[in-house]
Nanobody, 120 residues
Framework: QVQLVESGGGLVQPGGSLRLSCAASGRIFSINVMGWYRQAPGNQRELVAT???????NYADSVKGRFTISRNNAKKTVYLQMNSLKPEDTAVYYC??????????????WGQGTQVTVSS
C-alpha cells in the first residue's frame, strides 16, 4: 500500500543536468526525513542528500554546490536537481523516506532505484 516511485533518471553528458523525482503514495500519516542515496557498480550505497520535513538539508561533500534536494510536502514528493554532472556521479539513485504509515507505524522506505549515467 505504501511505496516510493522514482522518475527522471537517464543518460546525460558530463556537465549536463537531470532532475529526479520521488513520490510517496499509500496510507501515509506523515513523512519525516526524505533523501537520496546512490550506489555505483562495485561500491556500497552512499548518502547523497537528505531533507527534513522542515526543510533542513544535508549533502555529501562530493555533490555540494552541484545538487539541490527539495520537497513538496503537499505532493509527498522529494526532488534532486543534479547539475554539472560528472562521470563519477554515475550510479543507481535510490529515494528514501522515513515515514509513519497507518499500517506499520514508523518505517524506513526505499524506492526501486533509477539509473543515472553520465558519459560522453
Amino acid at each position: 500500500q505504501v511505496q516510493l516511485v522514482e522518475s527522471g533518471g537517464g543518460l546525460v553528458q558530463p556537465g549536463g543536468s537531470l532532475r529526479l523525482s520521488c513520490a510517496a503514495s499509500g496510507r501515509i500519516f506523515s513523512i519525516n526525513v526524505m533523501g537520496w542515496y546512490r550506489q555505483a557498480p562495485g561500491n556500497q550505497r552512499e548518502l547523497v542528500a537528505t531533507i527534513t520535513s522542515g526543510g533542513t538539508t544535508n549533502y555529501a561533500d562530493s555533490v555540494k554546490g552541484r545538487f539541490t534536494i527539495s520537497r513538496n510536502n503537499a505532493k509527498k514528493t522529494v526532488y534532486l536537481q543534479m547539475n554539472s554532472l560528472k562521470p563519477e556521479d554515475t550510479a543507481v539513485y535510490y529515494c528514501n523516506a522515513d515515514m509513519y504509515t497507518l499500517v506499520n507505524g514508523l518505517g524506513d522506505y526505499w524506492g526501486q532505484g533509477t539509473q543515472v549515467t553520465v558519459s560522453s
